[in-house]
C-alpha cells in the first residue's frame, strides 16, 4: 500500500506565477488535509477537504489560495500570484475517517519563490 | 503562547541516555499525538494518547498526558543517534463530528540530537 504521495517535491516559481501542488491520499482515505510549515516552525493546519468537499478552510489564507479534492484524481492545493512569503514546506495528510486519530503524510513539496 | 507548545525548543544528549520532551496546549481536546520529522523529510506518527488515558507506551516511547495541566510529556529511553529528528505534539479537537474534529494543530517542536 503506497503511501501520501506528494508532487513535485521541489517547486520553484517567480513571483506573480501560479504554483499547483498535487497529493494523492493513500488507498482508501477519503479525508485529506493540508499543512504548511515555515522554516524552523510547527505545522500549520489550512484546510481540510473529503472528496468534493471543504469541510474547514480555516487555516488558508482569504486570497490566492483554493484546494479542491475532486471525485477522482489527486487533491490540488493552488496558490495564484506567489509571493515571497509563500516560500514554505507543504504537507499533505490523509486518514481514512475523521476521527481526529493518526493522520499519514506526504513527504511534502518545498516552494520557494523568487 | 499557542496551542501545542514544546519545551526545550532544543536538546541535546549522548546516546543511552533518556530525552524528555514536553508540550502543552490550551483547549479541550479528544487526543493528543506525538509527530518526528527528520530534516527535510515528512512526519512519521509516533504515539497517541486519548483524553480519557494518562500514560501510554510504545517501545521506548512512554507518553504522559494530564488534562488538568492541559500538558503532555514524550519520553524516549535509551536514546540512540538514530534518534535524532525535531518531534512535535499535536492535539486534535474536542468536538467530536465539528469542522475542528480532523485538523490536528501543532506545536513548534523540540530538536533532538543524540550524540553518539
Known amino acids: 500500500n503506497a503511501g501520501v504521495m506528494q508532487n513535485p517535491r521541489h517547486l520553484v516559481r517567480r513571483r506573480g506565477q501560479e504554483a499547483r501542488l498535487r497529493c494523492s491520499p493513500m488507498k482508501g482515505h477519503s479525508h485529506v488535509y493540508w499543512y504548511r510549515q515555515l522554516p524552523e516552525e510547527g505545522l500549520k493546519f489550512m484546510v481540510y477537504l473529503q472528496k468534493e468537499n471543504i469541510i474547514d478552510e480555516s487555516g488558508m489564507p482569504k486570497e490566492r489560495f483554493s484546494a479542491e479534492f475532486p471525485k477522482e484524481g489527486p487533491s490540488i492545493l493552488r496558490i495564484q500570484q506567489v509571493v515571497r512569503g509563500d516560500s514554505a514546506a507543504y504537507f499533505c495528510?490523509?486518514?481514512?475517517?475523521?476521527?481526529?486519530?493518526?493522520?499519514?503524510f506526504g513527504p511534502g513539496t518545498r516552494l520557494t519563490v523568487l | 503562547s499557542q496551542q501545542g507548545e514544546e519545551d526545550p525548543q532544543a536538546l541535546s544528549i549522548q546516546e543511552g541516555e533518556n530525552a524528555t520532551m514536553n508540550c502543552s496546549y490550551k483547549t479541550s481536546i479528544n487526543n493528543l499525538q506525538w509527530y518526528r520529522q527528520n530534516s527535510g523529510r515528512g512526519l512519521v506518527h509516533l504515539i497517541l494518547?486519548?483524553?480519557?488515558?494518562r500514560e501510554k507506551h510504545s517501545g521506548r516511547l512512554r507518553v504522559t498526558l494530564d488534562t488538568s495541566k492541559k500538558s503532555s510529556s514524550l519520553l524516549i529511553t535509551a536514546s540512540r543517534a538514530a534518534d535524532t529528528a525535531s518531534y512535535f505534539c499535536a492535539t486534535a479537537g474536542g468536538n467530536a463530528g465539528g469542522t475542528s474534529y480532523g485538523k490536528l494543530t501543532f506545536g513548534q517542536g523540540t530538536i533532538l540530537t543524540v550524540h553518539p
Open positions: 494518547i486519548r483524553s480519557n488515558e
Open positions: 495528510a490523509s486518514s481514512p475517517l475523521a476521527s481526529g486519530n493518526e493522520q499519514f
